[in-house]
C-alpha cells in the first residue's frame, strides 16, 4: 500500500470574508501531479489548484445546492447573532432555529444562558464561530 501524504489548504468563504482550514489525505501520485502543474506554471501553489478543483466541482452542483438550500431554507452566506439581537428574540418570546449554509457566529458578550434561552437549535454546513462557553451550552442543540 502506498503511504499517503496529507495537504493543508484554506477553502475560501466569499462572503465573510474569512477561510476555515482543512486537511486532505491524498496518494503520492495525484500529490505528484499537482506537484507537476504548479511547476508547470498551471496554478501558483497547490492551494490554488486544490481551491480551483473544488470551485468548478460546486460550478457542476450549483443547481442542487440552491434547490436544497431553498428546500431546507437555509440562510446561505454569514448570519451573525450579537447580544441585542438575541436579548429581543428573548423580550419576544421567540426561540431561534439557526439554520446556515456558510459560517454562523454569535457574538462574544452573549452569555450561554442568553444563548439557551433564545437557540433552539443550530445547524450549520460550514462553520459555526461562538464563544467556548456558548459552543459547550448548545452542544445538545447542534447538529
Do not use: C, W
Not at 92 to 106: F, K, M, P, T
Request: hydrophobic content about 45%; glycine content about 6%.
Amino acid at each position: 500500500m502506498l503511504e499517503q501524504q496529507e495537504a493543508l489548504f484554506s477553502v475560501s468563504r466569499p462572503k465573510g470574508g474569512e477561510t476555515e482550514k482543512i486537511t486532505i489525505n491524498l496518494g503520492p501520485v495525484d500529490l505528484g501531479q499537482i506537484d507537476l502543474l504548479v511547476e508547470e506554471g498551471f496554478y501558483s501553489n497547490r492551494t490554488d489548484l486544490i481551491r480551483t478543483a473544488i470551485r468548478n466541482q460546486l460550478a457542476v452542483h450549483a443547481q442542487a445546492v440552491s434547490e436544497t438550500v431553498t428546500r431546507r431554507a437555509l440562510v446561505l452566506g454569514l448570519q451573525h447573532f450579537s447580544r441585542q439581537d438575541l436579548e429581543a428574540a428573548q423580550a419576544a418570546r421567540q426561540r431561534l432555529d439557526i439554520h446556515v449554509l456558510g459560517l454562523a457566529s454569535i457574538a462574544s458578550d452573549v452569555t450561554p444562558e442568553l444563548a439557551l434561552a433564545t437557540i433552539q437549535s443550530v445547524a450549520v454546513l460550514g462553520a459555526f464561530h461562538a464563544p467556548a462557553a456558548v459552543k459547550a451550552a448548545l452542544a445538545g442543540r447542534i447538529r
